[in-house]
């Protein structure tokens, strides 16, 4: 794989879901709250899904596995620090 294709990959699976989180919460705040746990699960089973067609189509790639484990860590992380980000910015009740 090329840099560009993993620089790509990365954004269109990380950061572009992520800028549209932020920039839906800015606009929307009321519905950004509502939705957020149930696209939340839609991605953790997509996540699901994904390493099983992955593993099944590609048995002989050994490093399948931690690809998609590498993933789930960026993921973890970018998430946590929007999470903590946004828990700052939100005015005390």
């Known amino acids: 794989m090329t840099l560009a294709s993993i620089a790509t990959l990365v954004?269109?699976?990380a950061l572009?879901?992520?800028?549209l989180g932020v920039a839906v919460h800015s606009f929307a705040p009321a519905f950004a709250?509502?939705?957020a746990k149930p696209?939340?699960?839609i991605g953790v089973l997509a996540l699901g899904i994904a390493v099983a067609i992955a593993v099944d189509n590609h048995p002989?790639?050994?490093l399948t596995m931690a690809a998609v484990?590498?993933?789930l860590l960026v993921n973890i992380v970018v998430s946590l620090a929007y999470h903590l980000w946004s828990?700052?910015?939100k005015p005390e009740a």
């Open 11 to 13: 954004f269109m699976t």
């Open 16 to 19: 572009l879901p992520l800028g």
């Open 33 to 35: 709250e509502r939705f």
């Open 39 to 41: 696209i939340s699960l």
């Open 60 to 62: 002989e790639q050994k």
């Open 69 to 71: 484990l590498l993933y």
């Open 87 to 89: 828990k700052r910015r």
